[in-house]
Each structure stands twice: as C-alpha cells, then as structure tokens.
C-alpha cells in the first residue's frame, strides 16, 4: 500500500457535520478492494519514478473521485442521500497534483447538479487535501504544497436545457471542463450510442460559442462522431476527448475513428485514454488490463504523436463494473461484434491511486524518456489547460 502524504488529517467526508457518521449505505475500501496490482520496478527504477512524480506535475484529465457504496444495490439511495463521499485516504496515497473530476451520476437534473457541485466543494474545501481549482497556476500551487487541485466537470450539458445562461452560472459556480452530450442525444447534439447521429444542433452551435466565450473547454468523449466533428469545426478554441480510445484498437462505438483523434489534435487538441471497464480493451488484451489500456496510449500516440496524448483513466473508489450494471440505461447501446471477457475489474486501473502510479510505472518499464513521461502524465495537459486559464 503506498505511503499517505504528511497533508492528509484522516479526513473523511462531511467530518465537519456532527451526523457525519450517520451515513447508513457502507462504503467501498479505497485500497485493497480487490487484489493490488503494480508494474514492477528495479530499484534504480523506483529512484527514477520517485524523481519523475515529484519533479513534474501529474495531472488526470478525467476522473471520478468519488467513492462508491460497497454493495452496488444502494447506488441510487446513496446519490439520494445528497451526500456523496470523497476518496481522500486514497487519494493521498496517489501521485496526483490535479484532476478534472467528474460530478453526478446522471446529470440530467439542474438542481441535482448544483445541489452536488455545492455539497462536494464545500466538503472538499473542508478536506485540508482537495483544493478546488480554477487555474493552472493552481495545479503548482497545489504540488508545492502537497496538496491536490481539482477542477469540477460534467460529462454532458443536458442540465442545462435550452437555458444558455445556466453554463455562465455552472463555470461560475467553478465547472472548468464540461461535454455536450452523455450516450443518449440531447437538444444540443447526438450522443455515441444512438443509431443515428444527427449532429451539432442549432442550439448546440449556441451552447459551444458560449463555452468559447467563457472559456470553458468542450468534453467531446461521449459525443456521436458526426456530433464531435461538428463541434471541432464549430469551435473557435481546441477541444478535449478527455477518455475514450481508438476505434483502430478495438472497434466499439465508445473508442474513437482515426480521423476523429486527428481532427481533435489538428485544432489543438487532447486526447485522453480511457481506463473504465470493458472500454480501452484489445484483440491481444481482451480481459481488460493495464497492458490493453497501454496499446491504446501506443496507437494514438503513433497516430497524432506524443505531445498530444494523455490519460483520463475515469476511475473512481469501488465496483466500477457493479455501477454500470445499475446503470445500464444511462450508457445506451455501444454494440459491436467484438468478442471479450467480462472482467470484475481492470487489473492495475482499479482506481485513481492505483492507475496514477502504475502509469509512469509501465513507461518506465518500456523505456520511455523522462522527457516524454512528464509530457503524458501532465505536460501536455498543461499546455492544453493554458488555452483557457
């Protein structure tokens, strides 16, 4: 198990209320769930991991903070509760400077989207360890200090409706990254799983020249292919396809078309790898694995180069396969003739702790440069991030 960082205070969420206890659904471990998995290092490699972590920022591009109930029955009593909890012990064992971390389980509600955004900030705000963000100068603010920026997002705008001013009130409230779409379309675009995409809509256009306006980057990871183009070419900044993978590697509607991953990076771009079970899989990895989610890293960065490439693992603390299942009409169809093994978990990507370190780990273990590690595991978020902060 890795060290805790001096910082954290043994916080867990809501200790500042006197009922903070009372929560009654158990909770998942944030360490141990399953069996561990790390890439193995010789001892002059471990030096060198050390060296690379604390010298560079380690930025995820996407993922879940939150910790899910042990038992995946109680997910939505659980969100029902209005007191969604943080993995901040495992978070201090990660390596991580900042996330872009994701908020609600569906999003489709706009006072269940504030309510959320308010209750997890003030929690964190209260944690010691979880800074909210709004900068980069943030991110190295937060290193220094040993602490973690994080910086709210939402993977759809359906929230929003047709009401464009609710976007002004989201950044102001401190969402700094946000999609169009989730699976299923909405009135601004189509969504990955449906049939028929049918593109950026009029109201759509509106919505990403108010994100451009604002500064707010675009989220294009569950957009419909025809949607994603269409954006690309609407958008006056670069977007994001924070987690998905290539559709080269493994043909599902939720990995991305080669000319997709170039447009995006041909307008400034970033493409972030996928890490949730039973996405970033491959024909010589199909039980899903570090080593499938890293042939997706390799593809893309062949394809549009290593200066725009980077992860958005999208994990979060607990049964991330027990979530999808209660969840099932949310993500849609993504059918496909590939064949795979269903796997409890993804070995070595079970969670943000785990994935954040066995990331620079597996680069190390393939011969990647320093250079090159600092790019992927942060760098090039960075400079993607200094387009808008």
Request: aromatic share 8%; charged share 25%.
């Amino acid at each position: 198990m890795m060290a805790l960082r001096s910082k954290y205070s043994k916080y867990k969420s809501y200790d500042y209320l006197a009922d903070a206890r009372c929560q009654k659904i158990r909770l998942s471990k944030q360490a141990d769930r399953v069996e561990p998995y790390l890439v193995s290092l010789t001892s002059a490699q471990e030096e060198r991991l050390k060296g690379i972590v604390d010298g560079n920022p380690v930025i995820s591009l996407h993922d879940h903070l939150r910790i899910l109930p042990e038992d995946p029955n109680n997910i939505h009593d659980y969100y029902a509760s209005g007191r969604v909890s943080t993995g901040y012990e495992g978070l201090a064992r990660s390596p991580l400077d900042a996330v872009i971390g994701n908020l609600v389980l569906k999003g489709t509600s706009w006072e269940e989207t504030v309510s959320e955004l308010g209750m997890r900030k003030c929690d964190a705000y209260h944690s010691g360890i979880l800074i909210p963000a709004a900068s980069v100068e943030d991110i190295f603010s937060a290193k220094k200090a040993g602490l973690t920026a994080w910086f709210p997002m939402l993977e759809h705008a359906s929230c929003v409706g047709d009401e464009l001013d609710k976007i002004d009130v989201l950044y102001g409230l401190g969402v700094r990254m946000m999609g169009l779409v989730f699976s299923e379309s909405n009135s601004l675009g189509g969504g990955l799983s449906e049939r028929r995409d049918g593109g950026l809509t009029f109201l759509g256009k509106k919505a990403v020249q108010r994100m451009n306006a604002i500064g707010m980057p675009i989220d294009l990871s569950h957009a419909g292919d025809l949607t994603t183009m269409d954006v690309i070419k609407e958008s006056r900044q670069p977007v994001v396809i924070g987690h998905a993978g290539a559709r080269s590697v493994w043909g599902t509607k939720r990995m991305k078309p080669d000319d997709v991953i170039k447009a995006c990076v041909a307008k400034g771009g970033l493409f972030g790898i996928e890490a949730a079970p039973h996405t970033t899989m491959s024909h010589s990895h199909p039980e899903h694995d570090i080593e499938a989610v890293m042939e997706h890293f390799e593809y893309v960065k062949e394809l549009v180069g290593i200066d725009n490439v980077t992860f958005g693992p999208d994990t979060m603390y607990g049964d991330h396969v027990g979530l999808h299942a209660q969840n099932a009409d949310a993500y849609g169809d993504d059918s496909a003739d590939e064949k795979f093994v269903m796997s409890k978990y993804v070995k070595g990507c079970e969670n943000p702790t785990e994935v954040w370190w066995n990331i620079p780990r597996w680069l190390i273990s393939h011969d990647y440069s320093d250079e090159e590690i600092a790019k992927v595991i942060g760098g090039n978020t960075i400079r993607f991030l200094k387009n808008f902060m």
